[in-house]
């Protein structure tokens, strides 16, 4: 093997990864979903703004990256409380808005926490294509796996808050349903990557 | 939970014409694409959402896209390189966060070594890294590559070769596929 073709083929992904039909199937309903919401929108009829919100939610979470934040007063060793809660983009009376530091977004919590360090069985720091960056492998128990699985079916493309000592540090946007395991992909320094880890593991 | 499940929030009427072609779309040229994503994108996931997007884009823009299975893909080929593109842009500027589920961890060693090589297309720009793509592994050949890309063949060629180059430079190999272009 001493051509770049070979190298490629022995490399390509699609050889080791077995297509997903339940992928597909999700693929497939939140696009047309999404032409549910459209052709609704471009109708303008009433409830435009709620006819968006409805597309919001399969459109904005496919493209969009979550917002991630450090405080400065808060980025080093500590013990850390972790929960995860729902969150939206857009405010309503009883979320709580909580202001995206280095960024002119809002986001608006959900007040209860879906799942909290003793939802968590195990996280690692897994490395990332580059290998100076670092994401989190998550497996919840089978409680917080169960949680994570019922707040997530109705979330997918919107964002949602993982806390650490009562700060939003990211808010990543959920993908498709979560259960037992997750990654948590945000490219992290080694430090952010241990600290996040380290903090969803305590008791 | 408050999040209001997609079925309820969504109204029952859409054209069915416009939602038919949408499905018979996706389910014509699902494969296809994720096939070519797969190969562009940096993981699983985020072939999945370039898919996804691509499609988003055909269902907010239907009058856009052309009759016809060849046309319809080269419509939809050339947009999903087009949003990797931007993609492409974002990334060198902020990382992205996102929360997804996983089958169980690779182990570190054999993730290394499997992106050894792969990571190397990374530096390739979407367009020149789809050409790769489709001469080097979906066999395409060059003319086939222009119609669908809408470019020349000439430009084909042009990346292929380059795209070889810095491939094989970044592997630390000899460009053995010079001779091949079809």
Same mark, same amino acid.
């Not at chain 1, 934040?69 to 009883?94: I, M, Q, Y």
């Given at each position: ?11 390509? *992904? &699609? ?10 199937? =999700?693929? #497939?309903?939140?696009?047309?979903a999404?032409?549910?919401?459209? @052709?609704?929108t471009?109708?303008g ?8 919100? @409805?597309?919001?939610?399969? &459109? ?7 917002? =991630? ?12 409380? %972790?929960?995860? #809660?729902? @969150?939206?983009?857009? *405010? ?20 209860d ?10 996280a ?6 580059? *290998? $100076? ?6 497996? %919840?128990t ?23 000592? !009562?700060?939003v ?9 979560? $259960?037992?395991?997750? &990654?948590?992909? !945000? ?13 969803? &593991?305590?008791? | ?34 096939r ?5 994108a ?36 050339? +947009?999903?390189i ?12 902020? /990382? ?33 890294? /789809? ?24 430009? +084909? ?6 795209g ?5 430079? +970044? ?12």
């Amino acid at each position: 093997m001493d051509n770049v073709k070979d190298l490629l083929r022995d490399a390509d *992904p &699609l050889h080791r990864e077995p297509p997903s039909s339940a992928d597909r199937d =999700r693929a #497939r309903a939140a696009v047309l979903a999404a032409a549910h919401a459209s @052709a609704r929108t471009n109708r303008g009829t009433v409830g435009r703004r709620v006819a968006l919100a @409805a597309g919001v939610a399969a &459109l904005v979470g496919l493209a969009a990256a979550g917002s =991630r934040v450090w405080s400065g007063a808060t980025v080093h060793a500590a013990a850390v409380r %972790f929960e995860a #809660r729902l @969150a939206e983009k857009t *405010p309503t009376l009883d979320l709580l808005p909580v202001h995206i530091a280095g960024s002119t977004e809002t986001l608006y919590l959900h007040r209860d926490a879906i799942v909290t360090n003793d939802d968590v069985l195990g996280a690692s720091v897994v490395p990332a294509q580059d *290998p $100076s960056q670092f994401n989190i492998g998550i497996r %919840f128990t089978q409680t917080g796996a169960e949680r994570m699985r019922a707040a997530t079916a109705s979330h997918i493309g919107r964002p949602m808050a993982l806390m650490i000592d !009562g700060e939003v540090v990211m808010a990543p946007t959920v993908r498709s349903i979560i $259960s037992t395991d997750a &990654l948590l992909t !945000g490219n992290y320094t080694r430090a952010e990557a241990d600290r996040i880890a380290n903090g969803m &593991l305590l008791k | 939970m408050n999040g209001v499940p997609m079925a309820q929030a969504l109204p029952v009427a859409l054209a069915d014409s416009a939602a038919d072609r949408l499905a018979a779309l996706f389910d014509a040229h699902y494969d296809r694409l994720y096939r070519l994503a797969r190969r562009l994108a940096p993981s699983a996931d985020a072939a999945r959402d370039l898919v996804q997007e691509t499609f988003l884009r055909a269902a907010r823009a239907p009058h856009r896209i052309p009759s016809g299975a060849r046309d319809e893909e080269a419509w939809l080929v050339r +947009v999903l390189i087009n949003i990797q593109r931007d993609e492409w842009r974002k990334s060198a500027v902020r /990382a992205r966060d996102t929360f997804t589920p996983t089958a169980a961890a690779d182990p570190e060693a054999a993730f290394i070594a499997r992106t050894t090589v792969w990571r190397a297309l990374d530096a390739l720009a979407p367009r020149r890294r /789809a050409v790769v793509v489709m001469h080097e592994l979906e066999d395409m050949r060059v003319d086939d590559i222009a119609a669908l890309l809408g470019i020349t063949s000439v430009t +084909v060629r042009w990346h292929l070769s380059r795209g070889r180059r810095e491939l094989a430079r +970044v592997i630390g190999v000899e460009d053995g596929g010079r001779h091949g272009q079809r």
